[in-house]
């Protein structure tokens, strides 16, 4: 895709997307322009990524085939009343911020306006991203095809139902977060049996990492998976046993429910 693609705003999320699409995704950093507000962002974005930087919503706007909003939800009326007469026609507007309707950008650039409202989430730095999106009636076919390659190249990819977006967050944007606690919470119980820091990481992160794998590429239930290494009256049943007497699940259930309910 030899595509100008634009950020407005660069911050936690939109580096991670950047930094997903020119190191995964085979996107030239030449191709890619972003804003931020403060200069300390500016530099940082520029020196890191090797992208072209301005404060110029404006000309990221004009200038852009593809126009990421990655601003905060509360700054998108603002930011979209600043750049709506400059982006063009054919440009295909990506929002990524929680609970902004597709229906509410839309009318906020004009009733033609080419949107995809998406939920993306962190590990996109990575190339293992995960993008749900929405399109609006706007997008062809041949450009969701496009879109779907280009979040391809930083993760996974689905499209859902709009009525489904307000759920996803829960699941995906926010999940990665829960999934750190875990991680640092094993190796703290790692750490507490002596076992080094470092290594306590690794093998902690490993075991998620190799452990969705298992999920995502053998096609078996989580549970039954679980249950291979369960040993009878064996050392995991007592931690699983553990767990469940404190309401792992029904606390994961309910955090997930806090999150929506934000
Ligand atoms: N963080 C995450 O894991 C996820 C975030 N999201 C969504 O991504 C969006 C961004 O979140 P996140 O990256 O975490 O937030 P950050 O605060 O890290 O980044 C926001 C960016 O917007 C810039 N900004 C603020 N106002 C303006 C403006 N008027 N014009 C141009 N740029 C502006 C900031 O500039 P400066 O740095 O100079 O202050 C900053 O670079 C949100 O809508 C959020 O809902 C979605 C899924 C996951
Ligand atoms: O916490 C937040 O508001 C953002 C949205 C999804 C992930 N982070």
Do not use: W
């Amino acid at each position: 895709m030899t595509k100008k693609i634009g950020f407005i705003g660069c911050g936690k999320m939109g580096q991670a997307i950047i930094n997903g699409m020119i190191e995964y995704g085979g996107i030239s950093p030449d191709h890619i322009i972003a804003t931020a507000v403060t200069d300390k962002t500016i530099e940082y974005v520029e020196d890191t990524y090797g992208v072209q930087v301005t404060h110029d919503n404006k000309k990221v706007a004009s200038e852009s085939d593809v126009l990421y909003l990655a601003v905060k939800p509360y700054h998108y009326p603002k930011v979209i009343d600043d750049i709506r007469k400059h982006v063009r026609e054919e440009t295909i507007i990506v929002t990524i911020a929680l609970g902004v309707s597709l229906k509410d950008t839309t009318l906020m650039f004009g009733e033609k306006a080419k949107v995809i409202r998406t939920m993306p989430n962190t590990p996109s730095h990575v190339g293992e991203g995960m993008t749900v999106i929405s399109p609006n009636d706007n997008i062809t076919d041949s450009e969701l095809a496009d879109m779907k390659s280009l979040f391809q190249g930083y993760g996974q990819v689905a499209q859902v139902d709009e009525k489904m977006m307000d759920k996803i967050p829960a699941v995906s944007g926010s999940s990665p977060a829960y999934v750190y606690v875990f991680i640092e919470a094993m190796a703290d119980g790692a750490v507490k049996q002596g076992v080094p820091r470092d290594l306590a990481y690794q093998l902690s992160s490993q075991a998620v990492l190799g452990a969705a794998k298992m999920v995502l590429e053998s096609g078996k239930h989580p549970g039954e998976l679980k249950d291979n290494v369960c040993t009878p009256a064996g050392s995991t049943i007592k931690a699983i046993d553990a767990l469940e007497q404190r309401g792992f699940r029904g606390t994961v259930m309910q955090a997930m429910e806090e999150c929506l309910k934000k």
